[in-house]
Structures are given as C-alpha cells and as structure tokens.
C-alpha cells in the first residue's frame, strides 16, 4: 500500500463515505493494511485473506465460484475494500461479483488497483485495469460509481483528464506542457526514440461503486 492508497482512505473515511461493518480483502500479505485507520475511526473492521495468517477473521478464495461457503449466512458488510489485489487474480470479475454477493444492500466497494505498474508478483502479476473498464463493470453489474472519488491517485479526479471527445487519458508525467513540448520537438528534431513520457510509469486508480441493484 502506497502513502496515495492510504490517503485515498483517509479522505473517504473523513467525508463518511466508509461505514462498518468493513472487510478487506487480501489483508494477510504481511504488508501495511488499513486495519489501524478504519478500527481509529471507531469504525468495525474485518479482515479476509486466501491464507490463515494472523489476524485473518475470514480465510477466503474470491476466486472461488462459491464465495458464501467461507462466510456464515448472516455476515454482510457496509464498505469492502479491494485494495491492489484486482491485478494479482486471473479474474478480477468473480472477485469483486463476489465481493458485491457480501454487500448490504447500498453498501460499497471501494477499489484501488493499478493502470500502469512495475511488474510485482506477489504471488503473481495478471493485469491492469482501465477506467473504462471500471465503468462498464459497474454498468453491467447494477453498481453506480461515485464520480468524485473516481480518482487517478496523486494526481485527482479522472474525468480531469477526458480529451475533447470524452475519451479517458493518463495524466502526464510532466506537469509543465512547455516541457512536455519541448521534449517532443527536441526529440523530432533530432530523429530519436526518446522524448517525455506522455503518461506516469506508476499509476494507480481509486474507485467508489454503490450498489443499486442485485445481478
């Protein structure tokens, strides 16, 4: 977890957005989870992972095509957390079906998963998701997206960056565009593959989805 995933957490727990009961998902990897800011907050916190490790409350496969075998009937959740977990599963679908399947009703995912990333495979690395894909997940799967906390992290809200046709872009990198500019011409004007990067090389996105409906 990035400082950029935990202030996107903190800020979503300071406007009220997250309420418990809460689970994280993949919160067993032995890295820094958000167990001590949402339990801060006075907030009730579970945790969920594939492995028993400790402080796991439910050991889980959101993989699986049977998710409610590894939680009892009863157990729904306001808020889930799905934080940079999406990009290590061969089928980020089923894992956040499922995780809607442990929703209260209205209650909401909350999502940070990489656009453009270093390879990091903890266990392994599969994908990189997309703000279009988000929105036609959400489309199909009767969620709503909360557009203001709809966010390239560090770098502000997604639909900053749309082009003149509506179309999403990565932010660059180079927050000057006479420096962006100028290394596009320095680079023409001497015939060379090398110029500014026109997007960041770690970029993650954060995403809000409400339920509205049952799939």
Not at 91 to 96: S, T
């Amino acid at each position: 977890m990035t400082e950029n995933d935990l202030e996107y957490v903190k800020r979503l727990i300071d406007c009220g957005i997250i309420t418990g009961p809460v689970l994280e998902l993949g919160a067993g990897y032995r890295g820094a989870t958000c167990r001590d800011v949402i339990r801060q907050a006075g907030i009730e916190y579970f945790a969920s992972d594939i492995t028993p490790t400790a402080g796991i409350n439910f050991v889980a496969d959101f993989e699986n095509k049977d998710i409610q075998r590894f939680f009892p009937p009863s157990v729904k959740f306001n808020c889930i957390l799905v934080l940079n977990v999406l990009e290590h599963t061969v089928d980020p679908i089923r894992v956040l079906d499922n995780a809607i399947r442990l929703l209260n009703d209205l209650g909401l995912l909350v999502i940070i998963a990489p656009a453009v990333w270093a390879l990091h495979n903890y266990p392994v690395d599969c994908c990189r998701l997309l703000p279009n894909w988000f929105e036609r997940y959400a489309e199909i799967k009767g969620m709503v997206i909360i557009r203001e906390w709809f966010e390239y992290l560090g770098y502000g809200r997604v639909d900053r960056y749309l082009d003149r046709q509506g179309n999403h872009q990565f932010p660059p990198p180079i927050r000057s565009s006479f420096k962006y500019w100028k290394s596009r011409i320095v680079q023409r004007l001497f015939d060379t593959y090398g110029r500014g990067m026109a997007f960041p090389n770690h970029l993650a996105i954060g995403v809000v989805m409400r339920l509205q409906k049952r799939f």
